[in-house]
């Protein structure tokens, strides 16, 4: 079964609908209905360093640390976090999690989304949906004005990074969508 152009999942029970891209907003806003399974796993703190976020609790139970202050979301919550502020948050109900989610300019975070996706329906991350270290240093590098990890600091993952990123794409590695197979 071909799965709608709208909608991505991956092999380990997640899923996202892109409700409104950068294409449809004129890259004002990326607003999707992501559904995450129960327990999901926590992802390494990170920040955006230019876009805003929205986050509306419409089902399961939601442990996030925003700027270093730790809050559980349950449905109906609503949570912001603004540009450059330090984040994680993970699903950590029995229940699916799903959440409205806004991103605010889009960039090229539906990009992003789609390899790991794709990535990960492949086989090729691990129980976190990571990628390996080579796959994950080329995403890294190209998406940095979207996503950065918060350790290790800017200026090493830039140098280290920019590096394995070059080793990477040498080898056939793409942080393209889709991804090189």
């Given at each position: 079964m071909t799965q709608p152009a709208n909608?991505?999942?991956?092999?380990?029970g997640d899923r996202i609908v892109f409700l409104r891209t950068a294409a449809d907003t004129n890259g004002e806003l990326?607003?999707?209905?992501?559904?995450?399974?129960?327990?999901?796993?926590?992802?390494?703190?990170?920040?955006?360093?230019?876009?805003?976020?929205?986050?509306?609790?419409?089902?399961?139970?939601?442990?996030?640390?925003v700027g270093g202050v730790e809050r559980t979301y349950r449905p109906g919550d609503v949570f912001e976090i603004p540009p450059g502020v330090p984040h994680w948050m993970h699903n950590v109900s029995d229940e699916p999690g799903r959440l409205l989610w806004q991103i605010r300019p889009a960039l090229r975070t539906e990009n992003m989304f789609r390899i790991l996706f794709e990535l990960?329906?492949?086989?090729?991350?691990?129980?976190?949906?990571?990628?390996?270290?080579l796959q994950l240093a080329v995403i890294l590098h190209a998406y940095r004005g979207e996503f950065l990890p918060t350790s290790p600091p800017a200026v090493v993952q830039h140098v280290l990074f920019?590096?394995?990123?070059?080793?990477?794409?040498?080898?056939?590695?793409?942080?393209?969508?889709?991804?090189s197979k």
């Open positions: 909608e991505i999942t991956n092999s380990k990326l607003e999707l209905e992501a559904h995450y399974r129960p327990h999901s796993p926590m992802p390494p703190e990170h920040l955006h360093p230019r876009q805003h976020e929205r986050f509306e609790v419409r089902g399961g139970e939601y442990r996030a640390r990960a329906r492949d086989g090729k991350t691990n129980a976190a949906g990571a990628p390996g270290l920019g590096t394995l990123s070059l080793i990477g794409r040498g080898l056939g590695l793409s942080a393209a969508y889709p991804a």
